[in-house]
């Protein structure tokens, strides 16, 4: 399956501050990737769809300007956190579409707003 | 559509027994189901997937069982082992909605020596 490498595995921010999350797809060129949040002892909650050169789909209820994605090439999306609060402490998990089919997911990223 | 669990299920279990991880989804329109494992800490990883076109499908030492009739599917995890102890979660793909996936409450599976 795919391997895909989300950096960095944690982070501690201030709140008011933003943080960037990279998340890459090291074998094969991604045109889709998905960006998930988790918080402790619950499921995984869809966030996005990131569309290779073009806007990212939200789900209901993600602020689009709170969570940025950007996917400006095959192997490279980002999610970026901005005016972190603390309540935005949580597991962010990436994952890449091979076909259209199986999801393969990055490491997560542990952010803690302090 | 995208489930979140306010607590997880769990489900303990001796080593060596067999274990059987269940998942309910209520879209009548998902057609193509995967399970995930999930140990602390780390991202989801892929353990097997079934298309709505089937009713069984088997890899190595697991079995996935769809119904969809009730809108069921199981995991059966045969001879469990330590190394079985995990978030198990079970992802959705609706048609014609795209190629997301959504999760289910997940089910902590813990395996007793």
């Known amino acids: 399956g795919a391997v895909v490498s989300q950096h960095p595995s944690r982070v501690i921010c201030k709140s008011g501050t933003s943080v960037k999350i990279e998340c890459r797809s090291l074998?094969?060129?991604?045109?889709?990737m998905f960006w998930y949040r988790q918080f402790p002892k619950q499921s995984l909650m869809l966030m996005a769809t990131?569309?290779?050169?073009?806007?990212?789909?939200?789900e209901q209820g993600v602020e689009k300007d709170k969570f940025l994605i950007n996917h400006a090439s095959l192997t490279l999306s980002t999610l970026t956190v901005t005016s972190a609060h603390p309540e935005d402490s949580s597991f962010y998990i990436c994952?890449?579409?091979?076909?259209?089919?199986?999801?393969?997911f990055g490491q997560g990223t542990r952010l803690t707003v302090v | 559509g995208e489930s979140v669990g306010l607590h997880l299920p769990t489900l303990s279990v001796q080593e060596g027994d067999n274990s059987i991880i269940n998942c309910a989804y209520s879209?009548?329109?998902?057609?193509?189901f995967i399970w995930y494992k999930q140990e602390s800490g780390k991202g989801p990883q892929f353990i097997i997937d079934?298309?709505?076109?089937?009713d069984k499908r088997q890899g190595q030492r697991v079995t996935v069982l769809l119904n969809k009739t009730v809108k069921h599917l199981s995991l059966q995890i045969a001879a469990t082992q330590p190394g079985d102890s995990a978030v198990y979660f079970c992802?959705?793909?609706?048609?014609?909605?795209?190629?997301?996936?959504?999760f289910g409450t997940g089910t902590s599976l813990t395996v007793i020596p």
């Open positions: 994952s890449v579409l091979q076909g259209n089919t199986e999801a393969f």
């Open positions: 074998d094969f060129q991604a045109t889709t």
């Open positions: 990131s569309n290779e050169g073009s806007k990212a789909t939200y």
């Open positions: 879209n009548s329109a998902s057609d193509y």
């Open positions: 079934i298309r709505s076109n089937m």
């Open positions: 992802a959705e793909n609706i048609r014609g909605t795209g190629n997301q996936f959504y």
